[in-house]
């Protein structure tokens, strides 16, 4: 099985921008979607950005759209979120999660990722 870590969290003005990583160890990334979610304080869990296993495919929450891209990079075994133009609703922990070779209208949906990191914090202040 994979383990997946995130990293590239902090504290950033609005405006600012951030770069998670998702680095997988144990097994090749290669073969897996990844997912970023994220968890405001008092709120669920949100789905923000996926990529396919294949990397030809991605999928945004709307409120993300042209702010945030995630790119994978399988020599690297990392799969990454660039988060641009920040806002104070941005602040949550981002989790990063793998699913072996699901369809891609399985991306956005929780419940096909097995293997999950601990999560890292991004605030953005006003």
């Known amino acids: 099985q994979v383990q997946v870590v995130e990293s590239g969290g902090g504290l950033v003005q609005a405006g600012g921008s951030l770069r998670l990583s998702c680095a997988a160890s144990?097994?090749?990334?290669?073969?897996?979607?990844v997912g970023w979610f994220r968890q405001a304080p008092g709120k669920e869990r949100q789905f923000v950005a996926a990529?396919?296993?294949?990397?030809?495919?991605?999928y945004y929450v709307d409120s993300v759209k042209g702010r945030f891209t995630i790119s994978g990079d399988n020599a690297e075994n990392t799969v990454y979120l660039q988060m641009n133009s920040l806002k104070p609703e941005d602040t949550a922990v981002y989790y990063c999660a793998a699913a072996w070779r699901i369809g891609s209208d399985s991306l956005r949906q929780e419940y096909p990722y097995a293997y999950w990191g601990q999560g890292t914090q991004v605030t953005v202040s006003s």
């Open positions: 144990g097994r090749t990334f290669s073969n897996y979607a």
């Open positions: 990529i396919s296993w294949s990397r030809r495919t991605t």
